[in-house]
């Protein structure tokens, strides 16, 4: 069954860092390219960052330079390394695959605030 296990989140001052980790079971982990969405309040989910089964790797706009993402496929993890935080990066974060399955993680939620 597949499941996807995300942790790291918590309550950070602007300019600071997270490292959101994302466990993934019941998956081909190491054949399949991972995505990490966000969901703020009152808005729909958006594709943050994804990496190929290879490592190649993409950003939204309005993360690049700040995030990046990786893998350990060896734990079937995927990672999200936050800096530079900004109060609009406010959200619950959520792994997936690409395309992603009808099953979603309970997320981690991420606070950027003074």
């Known amino acids: 069954q597949v499941q996807f296990v995300e942790s790291g989140g918590g309550l950070v001052q602007p300019g600071g860092s997270l490292r959101l980790s994302c466990v993934a079971s019941?998956?081909?982990?190491?054949?399949?390219?991972m995505d990490w969405y966000r969901q703020a309040p009152g808005k729909q989910r958006e594709l943050v960052a994804r990496i190929s089964a290879t490592g190649g790797t993409n950003f939204a706009d309005s993360v690049k330079g700040r995030f990046t993402i990786s893998r350990d496929n060896a734990k079937n993890t995927v990672y999200l390394q936050m800096n530079s935080l900004k109060p609009e990066d406010t959200a619950l974060y959520y792994c997936?695959?690409?395309?992603?399955?009808?099953?979603w993680g309970q997320g981690t939620q991420v606070t950027v605030s003074s």
């Open positions: 019941g998956t081909i982990f190491r054949i399949t390219s």
């Open positions: 997936n695959t690409d395309p992603p399955m009808g099953i």
